[in-house]
């Protein structure tokens, strides 16, 4: 039983510091770009040496694919949390809009700007642009059922879904950890993103 404890003990430290590592590499990326960023920059922000992070990751293209599949799960558990609560095709999308902001400028931000999915290696490239479409697709269907419903006016499903997304993924790109300034975007992009849905407008 001790042995099984401190066995979960120390994979809860694992994914902690992993935690760690993956938002301050996504700092890195975010300010800097995947060329400007190194492992030292992620480990100088972390306080270890450049040893400690091969620990975590082999490469800075394996961190890269680790921000990234981070930042998609976290998108992913917005849009997911979204549908299950969510009144009609409106609200859905602005329930979305909402969790996705507080997620990124919260606690569990930064997460990364997917800007260098190019240099990704082809698996991890594909996977990740796979990833990407079946979400953007997701909230296509979304739009589409608001359209249905009557809560979203008639729109192109594709071009809508790509503005609000590009606003939501360029936030951590300009967001740099004010609590103010994260009181004020999670107060105002749900409405400035979906009021033009309204098929009042």
């Not at 902001?101 to 931000?109: K, L, N, S």
């Not at 006016?153 to 590009?166: E, F, L, Q, Y």
Request: glycine share 8%; aromatic share 8%; net charge neutral.
């Amino acid at each position: 039983m001790g042995k099984r404890l401190a066995q979960q003990t120390e994979e809860t430290r694992f994914q902690l510091q992993k935690g760690r590592m993956l938002r301050a590499a996504a700092r890195c990326f975010n300010e800097k770009g995947y060329s400007g960023s190194s492992l030292r920059d992620v480990a100088n922000i972390l306080g270890l040496t450049d040893a400690a992070l091969y620990y975590y990751v082999r490469n800075k293209e394996e961190l890269v694919y680790l921000c990234y599949v981070r930042a998609a799960e976290v998108g992913r558990e917005s849009l997911h949390r979204a549908i299950a609560e969510g009144r009609d095709g409106l609200d859905i999308v602005a329930r979305y809009i909402r969790y996705h902001v507080e997620a990124m400028v919260g606690e569990r931000g930064p997460v990364a700007i997917m800007s260098e999915i190019p240099s990704l290696k082809p698996e991890h490239r594909e996977e990740i642009l796979a990833v990407s479409r079946e979400h953007g697709a997701l909230f296509e269907r979304i739009l589409e059922q608001g359209i249905a419903d009557g809560s979203i006016a008639p729109c192109d499903v594709r071009m809508t879904g790509n503005a609000i997304m590009g606003a939501l993924n360029w936030v951590p790109k300009w967001f740099h950890g004010d609590a103010s300034v994260a009181q004020q975007v999670v107060a105002e992009f749900p409405h400035i993103l979906s009021a033009g849905l309204r098929p009042d407008n």
